[in-house]
């Protein structure tokens, strides 16, 4: 490689929206792949920064200090701190990141990065990047952190933005020490709300509980510890908060945060408050707001610009509260980040899809387009065979783009397909794109603004993967995965007409091409995998040798479009390891081996005239070296042959000479972890290449810079490039033309015949040959809906054959319409015959049965697979609940009622349970015999005795709390519940009163078996009764329904389980073995039923006594005396006396017989009826002893509920105690934790303490040394006179004017933002104030009478003195920001002490709830109605703390006696203190009436006293009549004079007005004139302001703006005086006003006030 001087990176493009930032006023940063790029938003331009990291992670800039910073993406990551424009490194930052860096951030307010890095560690790190040191970091900090973003007004405050958190980071210094404390915003729900962190909750939710339960946290209660534990709790209980998506700084060191549900949040950073500026869910909400989800803020000098996911970017006017929109911008597409330029000018908008939008919302309401190159990732790109280097990209979602030489995007074709596959043309300015569906689109690139789709062919129903031209353009391969490569005439004359097809024996991996021109053959590499592999390698290598010219002959295909033998020419060669890839040379390969991670070079043989198509040669390489350490590789050969680029999933870009691959050049080129290099491309003169990365969505064009040694060796390429140009040109010339002329497709293009033949070729499908008639000569089989050009030239080829055979087929389809027909005659005479009769085609026929019984075997297995299934769960269900189960349960009916008692279904004791009962009855043993002896030492008085006989049965049931005892089945070893005080004294209880409840339900399951059996025998009885019964209404002749009743499923429930035949409705299938297993189970019955049969007794009694024991009277009711023969043969009158004597005889035996069966019958009904009788009888006492049963069961149920609730208080407060115990554990964990922080904390503050003292001792220093200098001012001017040393002195003192340093705080009381934000600032202080000192020290300011000499020692000692003050000033900040810091950790130290505090005090009230958790017994007393004398209604655990007292049912009769005694008594004097009460009230009521009479008529009095007469009344009073009537008149005269003269002095005003309305009118028209005048200059004057104002704006300086806020600072102090003063002149009007009512009382008194003297 010592021809190549360098490769270097020539453009990049792609855009990804990661990052983007500005490093300057009008550039800004972003990246590209493993590059940043650099786009300067004027001109425009762009320029590309490779950095030295492989791949880029995180980024981020500076626009006001030019710098930018962006992290490395390994093992143990650095970051790279980079000055802007000169790109070079500041600082390389190593951190304690393992894995990478989630967000980096820089400072405006110093050489300050904030960083934070991902899994496992996640910490937030402060950098000082000037000194590449960490200033403090915090570890575990940052979980879900994608944000960071410095206070641009104050470094020291870092927030961090999570997917569903918001942290601000304050960093408190104390000189050089710096600390990380966080402080986590409260965000609110989704509805507005804000969520209260709620306190500890009992276990029990519930509110409405009968009895104390002591409070303890969830935590206890789940059993968590540690940490997490509080965390877990609160994410499982807590409600869902709002998602932060934006934030941004305001003016006051507040912040916006935008959240995705739409919500737009004002957050103080000091006291964490949360205002809620926007909410969409209230009802009132401003719509057009409602749909924005604030995507990112930015704030500007005009508002707030805010951006959501739909495509408006809108201007916000927030005051207070209130949220306007005053103005929108309307893009093309949506925008997902906005951001403002240093100068606060320019506005940023960048999409997701890769365009970049500027904006000057004081200039334009335009926005400007500064970037389009879309987004998405780069599937391949080729250049084309221009003068102008133009290349083309073909993006994964369709995409074709042109780019320049400097990677402008020229223009863009969106094909609206899924591509996989492109390639150039040589010899017209046109691209084939191959497609996922198994198309070809040629795309005219001649108008490089507009692309044109001009062409299509379909060619697979698979994708299209490999698309290669030859070079000099003769032909087009394809190749997809069904194993056929396609040769299309590249010439756009010929239509890109399909030539022909080749077949290959398995998967095409790689298609090269080589042009020789000498030989005029284009050779073709294909490299195939086997027929069984599914490998990306193959080691089979085929070369196919095509002619250059001459292709198109009749000759060259045959008539299904393949190539013929004689055109196409194979050899086939074999490779000793598989290979991936493989480019073809001259007489060569170029091959890699991912198995090996080499490359290889093979020499193909040159004598193959005598080879064979069909043999296989091996290839053995000629030389093998390293390859990439990734792959698989792709491989690429420059024109001229010389070079070959290999590209892998290293990222990397290698270049080497074929002649010898061992040395190379390499360049990283895209990002290894995402996936590294897709593709590579030279260009024509091979100087330039292209590569696509795989997922970094960029293309990067390199440059091959060739060094200037030998002219012959630095041509080479350039020389090939331009021959083959040269040679290619007449060809050019004549073939883009016809490209050019050709339509887009689909207006009129020629394709649209093909795809009608096409879709009209497709539309075969099967007939039926015993319905159909003219269709039978279609396809029986048809292509899919979209045929390709192989499976049309099958159906031109069936077409053609159609037509040649036309005569033939036609005498065909008649003999075959005779047959169909014979065919059709014969199924119709077949319909009704069977099956089996008859066999047209004994293979079908048994083809048929094979699949029937394929199809039967399947079903069956899968009814068999069912039927095991279902048989499982069976199982399952029956050995879980019917197997397991001792005692099953089962009910008992009543026979005349629907009473039913059901039993307790048991389940077996297991060993464990027995063991724990033995257990426990060991432990109550010995409890017992220890107690034994204290228990012989209690003796009882008699009369106690006595007193307790009366009710020791109740007060036994009482105090047990349950009837087991009642009931008889009581166990001896249970506790008495008023001495369960220890844990394992109520776990022994729980198991002691299962087995109490076990007890019962055993005892009771006895008494039901034994009343079920009876119910048995009962039936049975029943069914005796009833046959009986049955022969005697036989006899009787009678026909009656008889009651027998049965056990029904609920009484026998085993039969559910077994299935009887008559269930089964369907007729059950047997196979042929289970027909004769059916067969042979009846043979063996009937001969056990005949051998049973055959009993000589049983005979014996048939035979001797007709089958009974006893002797049985003849039927009588049957019997009946025959009639003599005589009396139906001679009428009575010809009787003899014999035979008269012979019918009386009869007659009596007729009687008699009559009688008998009277008898009979009667006693038979006798008979049924006592039967009868009996079965009802027995029917009802089983019937009561079943009610028996029943409440018997209640009792019991009764008695297993009360041991149950017992059994579940001891379970409660078993869990309580357990809960308290975890409480206890947790608090205990906290405390040792808190004592520990606690020494921490106060070993800090020593520490910090005796900082403090040492720097304070260090600040009096000072002090003192400035003290010191301000004393030997005389002294160094001693030889001065008094006068000039007092005014040197006040020289000395004056100090010069300086520009104030003005910091934007709300919060006065922050002192350590103050001296944070000052002491930052002290040395520029100090510079200013040198600078200005200057002035003061020139020698215009000296005194006349002064020595030069002594004025320059005079300005020496002065800026010694100016430096004194600047340094104690300096100190002093220093001192002040120590001192607050110190403050911070005391009461970081006393909130952790009182934090210990309260957890011992939380410790000691635990013990003691829980000594009174142990001692406060739950009891469970039963009382009879009536004996409780407390409400149990509401009865909560706020109510059941109140002491409760159990007394004798006599103390209480006692009570109520004396009660009642004192109630009557009560009674009787409240009767009389009625009586008495009401007479009082009746006099009171008179007095009240008398004493209102007396104030009516007083009030009356006064008022005729009080009341005054004017002047006029009394001289009206004083006067007669006669006088009052002429007094009248005068005084009408006069008012009528008065009239008079008033409608006089009326008119002369109007006058007056009428003369001013006509000056006014003339003065108005005089103004109207000069108006329209003025109105004419207007437009002048408005440019002439319009420009004086943009003067005056271009011209404003810092001092105007300075001024501008002195005036605005003036305005806000003259106002807050003015309402200072107007406040005081309100409270000065009110007083004067309290003034003037108390003399207006004072001068003017009511006549209420008078008093009648």
């Given at each position: 490689m010592e021809e190549i001087e360098s490769l270097e990176i020539k453009w990049i493009q792609g855009f990804t929206n990661k990052n983007i930032e500005f490093v300057g006023n009008q550039t800004v940063c972003y990246t590209c792949g493993n590059h940043i790029c650099f786009l300067n938003l004027e001109t425009k331009t762009q320029s590309v920064f490779r950095g030295p990291a492989r791949d880029i992670g995180a980024l981020t800039a500076n626009g006001n200090s030019g710098i930018f910073a962006f992290s490395e993406q390994k093992l143990s990551p650095s970051i790279f701190v980079y000055i802007f424009p000169e790109v070079q490194l500041k600082n390389e930052l190593k951190g304690t990141a393992q894995l990478d860096y989630t967000s980096l951030a820089l400072s405006d307010g110093g050489p300050y990065l904030g960083c934070c890095s991902s899994l496992p560690d996640y910490t937030i790190t402060v950098w000082n990047w000037e000194n590449a040191e960490p200033i403090c970091t915090h570890p575990q900090a940052g979980t879900d952190v994608i944000s960071l973003v410095f206070n641009p007004l104050n470094w020291l405050q870092l927030c961090a933005l999570g997917t569903t958190t918001l942290t601000v980071w304050h960093i408190e210094k104390s000189v050089s020490f710096h600390v990380l404390k966080p402080r986590v915003i409260q965000l609110p729900a989704t509805d507005g709300t804000f969520v209260e962190r709620c306190p500890p909750t009992p276990h029990n939710l519930s509110n409405k509980l009968p009895y104390y339960v002591p409070e303890v946290p969830p935590s206890a209660i789940s059993g968590l510890r540690g940490d997490t534990a509080p965390g877990v709790v609160t994410a499982l209980s807590a409600r869902t908060t709002v998602t932060p998506s934006a934030i941004c700084w305001t003016a006051t060191s507040e912040l916006y945060v935008g959240c995705a549900e739409g919500f737009l949040l004002l957050v103080d950073p000091e006291s964490l408050s949360v205002a809620v500026l926007f909410n969409p869910t209230t009802a009132g909400a401003n719509p057009e707001l409602g749909q924005c989800n604030f995507q990112a803020l930015t704030l500007n000098t005009n508002g707030l610009f805010v951006v959501g996911k739909e495509s408006v970017v809108r201007r916000l006017e927030i005051k207070g509260t209130q949220i306007n929109v005053t103005q929108t911008w309307q893009l093309e597409r949506p925008v997902m980040t906005v951001m403002q330029s240093p100068d606060n000018e320019t506005l940023l908008l960048s999409s997701n899809t890769g365009q970049i939008y500027m904006l000057n919302p004081t200039l334009s309401d335009v926005t400007e387009k500064v970037l389009d190159v879309r987004s998405g990732d780069f599937l391949t790109a080729a250049p084309l065979h221009t003068d102008r280097n133009i290349c083309v990209s073909l993006r994964d979602s369709g995409e074709l783009q042109l780019w320049s030489s400097d990677g402008t995007c020229l223009g863009s074709l969106c094909l609206q397909a899924e591509v996989t596959s492109l390639a150039c043309c040589p010899i017209a300015h046109y691209a084939a794109v191959g497609t996922a569906s198994g198309d070809v689109f040629f795309i005219d690139l001649n108008k490089e603004e507009q692309p044109r789709l001009v062409h299509q062919v379909h060619l697979y129903h698979t994708a299209v993967d490999h698309l290669v031209f030859d070079q000099e353009g003769h032909y087009l391969l394809t190749s997809g995965s069904d194993l056929h490569v396609f040769v299309l005439n590249a010439k756009p004359s010929m239509s890109f007409s399909v030539i022909g097809h080749t077949v290959f024996p398995g998967r095409i991996l790689s298609l090269s091409t080589q042009c020789l021109r000498d030989r005029e053959e284009v050779k073709v590499l294909v490299l195939c995998a086997g027929h069984e592999t599914k490998n990306e390698d193959g080691s089979q290598l085929t070369v196919l040798s095509l002619p250059a010219r001459n292709l198109t002959g009749p000759d060259s295909v045959d008539r299904h479009g393949c190539l013929s033998a004689h055109v196409l020419k194979v050899f086939r060669y074999k490779v000793p390891r598989p290979l991936t890839s493989c480019v073809l040379g001259v007489s060569e390969v170029f091959a890699y081996c991912h198995r090996n991670k080499t490359l290889q070079r093979f020499r193909l043989p040159e004598d193959t005239d005598s080879v064979s198509s069909q043999s296989v040669l091996q290839l053995k390489p000629e030389q093998e070296v390293k390859g990439h350490p990734l792959g698989p590789v792709s491989l690429s050969l420059s024109p001229h042959c010389l070079w070959l680029a290999s590209v892998g999933r290293d990222g990397l870009l290698r270049i080497r000479k074929t002649a010898s691959m061992d040395q190379y050049m390499e360049l990283q080129c895209h990002s290894c972890r995402l996936g590294g290099v897709r593709s590579v491309s030279f260009s024509a003169d091979g100087h330039t290449l292209l590569t696509a990365g795989y997922n970094d969505g960029s293309l990067v064009c390199s440059h091959l810079r060739i060094k200037s040694v030998d002219a012959r060796k630095v041509d080479k390429p350039t020389r090939y490039s331009q021959s083959v140009a040269h040679s290619l040109k007449k060809v050019f010339n004549s073939e883009n033309p016809f490209l050019i002329d050709l339509p887009i497709w689909g207006q009129g293009s020629p394709g649209d015949s093909e795809k009608t033949d096409g879709s009209e070729a497709s539309g075969g499908t099967c007939v039926d040959v015993t319905e159909q008639d003219e269709s039978y000569s279609s396809l029986l089989w048809g292509p899919p809906s979209h045929p390709t050009w192989l499976e049309c030239r099958r159906e031109a080829v069936v077409k053609e054959d159609n037509e040649h055979y036309f005569e033939t087929k036609k005498i065909m389809k008649e003999t075959v319409r005779e047959l169909r027909d014979t065919i059709q005659k014969m199924l119709r005479e077949n319909e009704n015959l069977p099956e089996e009769q008859f066999n047209l085609d004994v293979e079908e026929q048994r083809r048929f049965e094979a699949m029937v019984e394929q199809e039967v075997a399947k079903v069956r297995a899968e009814i068999e697979q069912?039927?095991?299934?279902?048989?499982?769960?069976?199982?399952?269900?029956?050995?879980?609940?019917?197997?397991?189960?001792?005692?099953?349960?089962?009910?008992?009916?009543?026979?005349?009622?629907?009473?039913?008692?059901?039993?307790?279904?048991?389940?077996?004791?297991?060993?464990?349970?027995?063991?724990?009962?033995?257990?426990?009855?060991?432990?109550?043993?010995?409890?017992?015999?220890?107690?034994?002896?204290?228990?012989?030492?209690?003796?009882?008085?008699?009369?106690?005795?006595?007193?307790?006989?009366?009710?020791?049965?109740?007060?036994?049931?009482?105090?047990?709390?349950?009837?087991?005892?009642?009931?008889?089945?009581?166990?001896?070893?249970?506790?008495?519940?008023?001495?369960?005080?220890?844990?394992?004294?109520?776990?022994?209880?729980?198991?002691?009163?299962?087995?109490?409840?076990?007890?019962?339900?055993?005892?009771?399951?006895?008494?039901?078996?034994?009343?079920?059996?009876?119910?048995?025998?009962?039936?049975?009885?029943?069914?005796?009764?009833?046959k009986h019964i049955r022969e005697i209404m036989m006899d009787l002749d009678m026909n009656q329904e008889l009651w027998e009743p049965s056990l029904t499923d609920d009484e026998w429930p085993e039969r559910l389980l077994t299935v009887d035949n008559s269930e089964i409705k369907a007729e059950k299938h047997l196979t042929p073995e289970q027909q004769k297993e059916e067969e042979r189970r009846k043979l063996e019955e009937q001969s056990r039923l005949a051998a049973q049969g055959d009993d000589v007794r049983e005979r014996a009694l048939d035979d001797m006594m007709e089958g009974e024991l006893e002797v049985k009277k003849v039927d009588i009711l049957k019997m009946e005396i025959p009639l003599p023969e005589f009396v139906l043969s001679k009428p009575n009158v010809h009787w003899s006396e014999e035979e008269k004597k012979v019918f009386k005889e009869y007659e009596k035996k007729t009687k008699d017989l009559n009688e008998e069966k009277e008898q009979h019958k009667r006693s038979l009904e006798i008979e049924m009826k006592r039967l009868q009788d009996s079965t009802k009888d027995a029917t009802e006492r089983f019937d009561e002893r079943a009610t028996t049963l029943l409440e018997k069961k209640v009792k019991c149920t009764v008695a297993i509920y009360q041991e149950e609730l017992k059994i579940a208080y001891l379970v409660d407060s078993v869990i309580t105690e357990e809960d308290m115990r975890n409480h206890e554990v947790e608090l205990r964990l906290k405390l040792e934790k808190t004592l520990l922080y606690k020494r921490e904390t106060g070993a800090e503050v020593k520490r910090h303490e005796d900082e403090v003292k040492l720097f304070h001792e260090e600040y009096d220093c000072v002090v003192g040394d400035d003290k010191v200098l301000d004393k030997d001012f005389r002294r160094e001017f001693f030889d001065l006179p008094n006068h000039l040393v007092d005014n040197l002195y006040r020289l000395f003192k004056r100090r010069p004017r300086v520009q104030k340093i003005r910091t934007q705080t709300n919060n006065v009381t922050n002192l350590s933002r103050e001296n944070c934000l000052c002491s930052s600032l002290a040395p520029d202080a100090l510079n200013q104030m040198l600078k200005a000192m200057e002035e003061l020290d020139a020698p215009e300011n000296m005194p006349e009478v002064l020595n030069p000499s002594v004025w320059e020692r005079f300005c020496l000692i002065r800026r010694a003195k100016v430096q004194s003050e600047q340094k104690v000033k300096m100190k002093a900040l220093i001192l002040a920001e120590m001192q607050a810091f110190l403050q911070r950790r005391r009461d970081e130290d006393n909130a952790v002490q009182q934090e210990i505090k309260n957890l011992s005090e939380a410790l000691e009230s635990l013990h003691k709830k829980k000594n009174c958790h142990l001692k406060n017994t739950m009891v469970q007393v039963i009382l009879k109605q009536g004996q409780v004398e407390v409400s149990t209604i509401d009865l909560t655990a706020d109510t059941a703390e109140t002491d409760f007292i159990l007394y004798h049912r006599s103390v209480v009769d006692k009570l109520r006696g004396i009660i009642r005694s004192l109630a009557g008594?009560?009674?009787?004097?409240?009767?009389?203190?009625?009586?008495?009460?009401?007479?009082?009230?009746?006099?009171?009521?008179?007095?009240?009436?008398?004493?209102?009479?007396?104030?009516?008529?007083n009030d009356k009095m006064r008022g005729i006293k009080m009341l005054r007469l004017s002047e006029d009344q009394q001289d009206m009073t004083s006067r007669s009549k006669t006088d009052q009537n002429s007094r009248m008149s005068e005084k009408v005269a006069l008012l009528e004079k008065s009239i008079a003269l008033m409608k006089k002095t009326h008119q002369k005003s109007m006058q007056?007005?009428?003369?001013?309305?006509?000056?006014?009118?003339?003065?108005?028209?005089?103004?109207?004139?000069?108006?329209?005048?003025?109105?004419?200059?207007?437009?002048?004057?408005?440019?002439?302001?319009?420009?004086?104002?943009?003067?005056?704006?271009?011209?404003?300086?810092e001092e105007n703006e300075t001024a501008r806020r002195g005036e605005r600072y003036q305005e806000i102090v003259q106002r807050r005086d003015l309402e200072d003063f107007a406040r005081a002149q309100s409270d000065d009007i009110d007083a004067l006003w309290t003034e003037l009512g108390h003399l207006t009382v004072r001068n003017f008194p009511s006549l209420d006030q008078l008093k009648h003297s």
């Open positions: 069912e039927i095991v299934e279902k048989c499982y769960l069976r199982d399952v269900l029956k050995r879980e609940c019917w197997d397991s189960v001792m005692v099953k349960g089962r009910a008992i009916k009543a026979f005349h009622s629907e009473l039913a008692v059901q039993n307790y279904p048991l389940k077996e004791r297991t060993e464990k349970e027995l063991e724990d009962l033995h257990r426990v009855q060991n432990i109550r043993n010995f409890e017992k015999a220890a107690c034994t002896l204290s228990s012989l030492k209690k003796s009882s008085s008699t009369q106690d005795k006595e007193q307790g006989e009366e009710g020791h049965g109740s007060e036994s049931d009482t105090l047990t709390g349950s009837f087991s005892a009642q009931l008889g089945y009581s166990n001896p070893y249970v506790y008495d519940q008023f001495i369960l005080q220890t844990s394992e004294q109520r776990i022994n209880q729980i198991i002691l009163l299962q087995d109490v409840i076990y007890r019962i339900k055993t005892a009771f399951n006895t008494e039901f078996e034994a009343l079920h059996r009876l119910k048995v025998q009962e039936l049975k009885r029943i069914r005796d009764r009833n008594e009560k009674v009787a004097l409240m009767e009389g203190r009625k009586e008495v009460r009401k007479s009082i009230i009746q006099l009171e009521w008179e007095h009240k009436v008398m004493k209102n009479k007396i104030e009516d008529l007056h007005r009428v003369k001013k309305i006509e000056r006014i009118n003339k003065q108005a028209v005089m103004k109207a004139e000069k108006n329209a005048t003025l109105g004419e200059q207007l437009p002048d004057m408005q440019v002439t302001v319009a420009e004086l104002r943009h003067i005056c704006e271009a011209a404003a300086t």
